[in-house]
């Protein structure tokens, strides 16, 4: 019974530490972060962009609606327990 604890345990530690290295690796990878002069460069170019691309806009409106009715339900609910 011990050893198919200690197997599992065993298990668990190899899988862990996969995952671990694994997010180190892609951490590792990513691109460094711009210098001050390049974010202000960068942010200087994108000052004159005024668009939000349409599927951004529509995905942000279905959001706002699910949360708004949340909250009229949650505004709801809490008058009916103060009365």
């Known amino acids: 019974m011990t050893t198919l604890i200690s197997c599992t345990y065993t298990d668990q530690n ?9 997010f180190k690796n892609k951490k590792r990878h990513q691109p460094k972060s711009l210098s001050l002069e390049k ?12 668009y939000v691309r349409l599927k951004l806009l529509e995905g942000t409106e279905i959001n706002i609606g699910r949360i ?13 327990t103060k009365d």
């Open 14 to 22: 190899t899988d862990f530490l996969k995952r671990f290295s694994s």
């Open 68 to 80: 708004l009715g949340k909250w009229k339900r949650f505004c709801e609910e809490l008058l009916k």
């Open 39 to 50: 974010h202000t460069e960068f942010r200087m170019y994108t000052k004159s962009v005024k």
